[in-house]
């Protein structure tokens, strides 16, 4: 079997500063030894549980934040950014996908590094009229190929909150609690990795009990984003099917999931272009 692992750094454990999160952070390293030891730990859970191929798409920033000579000889690592299908490129075909280190969608309360795909570019997203997560539009695309999250490991106020909601098969374990944006409290590595392996058990018996099964959404697929300034949504509205509904708001419709998901990215990228060249 095959298993697909999402890794973000913001929904990691003791992941509270800025400096985590850049690779000219001073707590760079910190936080790169903290994925790498978590993706560790849940890729060695999943092929003792049966799997004998785990592919890991490291999701964050540049995305090459995993220690790739920690991993073990049965993973596969997927790095480097920009990417097509960013965050899940490579899950296709996979039995089973986890979600590690994620974290709370934008404008969320008590939450860490609260965010949705760009926090430099995006405000809010919406797909077929919900306002979506990280863990949301993954999950629906993952979905749309037939492919169940069975796992989600990140900030307690998304696991209670997306992910409880809308997908309530999906094992939670959360990595911190926090009480502002940029402050979290999280128990011990050995108690973690504990609850991971045993939270990871019992996510692969749901699999094989047929329990789990893929999040999908409606398609054709209506998408509404939400940028932090005009000048990117000025920019947005460049694409004849791009429809402009306010200053700052657009909205297009897509055939598939996966059109969608690639249309949003080029959004992403246009708007960082444009942030790019206004603040030089």
């Given amino acids: 079997m095959r298993a697909f692992i999402s890794v973000d750094l913001e929904g990691l454990p003791y992941i509270v500063s800025r400096e985590h999160l850049f690779v000219k952070g001073a707590l760079y390293n910190e936080a790169r030894r903290i994925a790498t030891e978590i993706v560790k730990v849940t890729a060695e859970a999943l092929h003792r549980n049966g799997f004998d191929e785990v592919v890991v798409a490291d999701s964050h920033g540049p995305m090459v934040n995993v220690i790739q000579g920690e991993m073990p000889e049965y993973v596969e690592l997927v790095r480097g950014f920009p990417r097509p299908l960013s965050m899940v490129a490579f899950a296709k075909g996979s039995d089973a996908a986890l979600f590690i280190g994620y974290h709370t969608k934008a404008g969320t309360s008590y939450a860490t590094f609260d965010h949705t795909y760009s926090g430099a570019s995006i405000d809010r997203l919406e797909i ?101 300034r005009s000048d990117m949504a000025d920019t947005a509205e460049l694409l004849p099917f791009i429809k402009r509904l306010d200053g700052k708001t657009v909205e297009f419709e897509a055939e598939t999931v996966e059109e969608a998901y690639r249309v949003f990215e080029l959004l992403t990228l246009a708007a960082a272009g444009v942030n790019a060249i206004v603040t030089r």
Avoid: C, H
């Fill in 128 to 228: 077929n009229g919900v306002e979506v997560s990280e863990f949301l539009l993954n999950a629906y695309l993952l979905g749309s190929w037939g492919v169940p999250v069975i796992l989600v490991g990140g900030d307690r106020r998304l696991i209670e909150e997306d992910v409880k909601r809308f997908a309530p098969w999906v094992e939670g374990v959360a990595f911190k609690e926090s009480p502002s944006r940029y402050a979290a409290k999280s128990p011990s590595m050995v108690r973690l990795r504990g609850e991971l392996q045993e939270g990871i058990a019992r996510a692969v018996e749901r699999l094989k009990n047929g329990e789990a099964k893929p999040l999908k959404t409606e398609e054709p697929v209506n998408v509404r984003v939400r940028f932090l």
